[in-house]
């Protein structure tokens, strides 16, 4: 077999050694290793926490916009008034170690066209929600989906998460294609009726799981996994 260059090969093991002592942390404590919205960087975004300075280019990128928010938790923007106490709420939240609330900012336009956060589930210590938003100018580039991947390694190889699950309205396929892209995949499960300010949607729920994450990363050739695979706290 092709023998990895030493530094690549000292990746690996620092990988698998993290992975290892998130293993551990989850079966032990039963708990996750919180950070926070710490900042993110790929290729094309800086992902970031908002500030109130956010205001007009949150409202005016994608909050007021009824198509953008059609299939969201909540209502397009009416002023910008409204957009400034979201930020002023976020604002309050960001001193928790357990929020992750994420402005998406390409690198080549300096502003916000959207967000990307992570809720907790009220059934489960280890696995949290994934949810996102973009500027509709900004719709079919592949945005959502790279911000997405950043946000899944930080939940998967620093806080320590079992599962992400996230959920899309079924007439908003666009969605759906960005969990794919991401690596999930659609639960076996009835539709979830979910209720919204936008009235009542039934919702596809994706998955991943900390063992597919690991065996997607293998295949990219990013981290070594054990032949039996690692092992999921429960």
């Known amino acids: 077999s092709v023998q990895q260059p030493r530094e690549k090969r000292g ?31 790929t290729p094309r975004l800086i992902l970031r926490r908002f500030s109130l300075d956010d205001t007009r280019p949150m409202f005016e990128n994608w909050a007021c916009d009824p198509d953008v928010t059609q299939y969201l938790t909540w209502r397009a923007h009416m002023t910008s008034r ?28 300096g502003r916000p066209i959207g967000s990307i956060g992570m809720s907790r589930l009220s059934h489960s210590k280890t696995s949290m929600e994934l949810g996102y938003c973009i500027g509709k100018a900004w719709w079919g580039q592949g945005i959502c989906a790279e911000a997405a991947e950043a946000v899944l390694r930080l939940m998967f190889e620093e806080v320590g998460c079992t599962s992400v699950i996230a959920m899309h309205a079924l007439p908003n396929t ?8 991401c690596g999930m995949h659609p639960k076996n499960c009835p539709p979830e009726p979910v209720k919204t300010e936008n009235g009542l ?12 994450y690991e065996q997607r990363l293998a295949c990219r050739g990013r981290i070594g996994v054990p032949a039996g695979g690692w092992q999921t706290g429960g």
């Open 82 to 109: 409204e957009t400034r106490d979201v930020l002023e709420y976020w604002e309050s939240q960001y001193r928790r170690a357990d929020f992750y609330e994420w402005a998406i900012v390409p690198k080549d336009y």
């Open 11 to 41: 990746e690996v093991a620092g990988n698998r050694q993290r992975m290892a002592m998130l293993n551990f942390l989850n079966r032990w404590t039963g708990g996750l290793n919180h950070c926070g919205t710490v900042p993110l960087s």
């Open 174 to 181: 666009s969605s759906g294609r960005v969990m794919e892209k």
């Open 201 to 212: 949607f039934y919702c596809r729920v994706y998955e991943l799981d900390r063992t597919e």
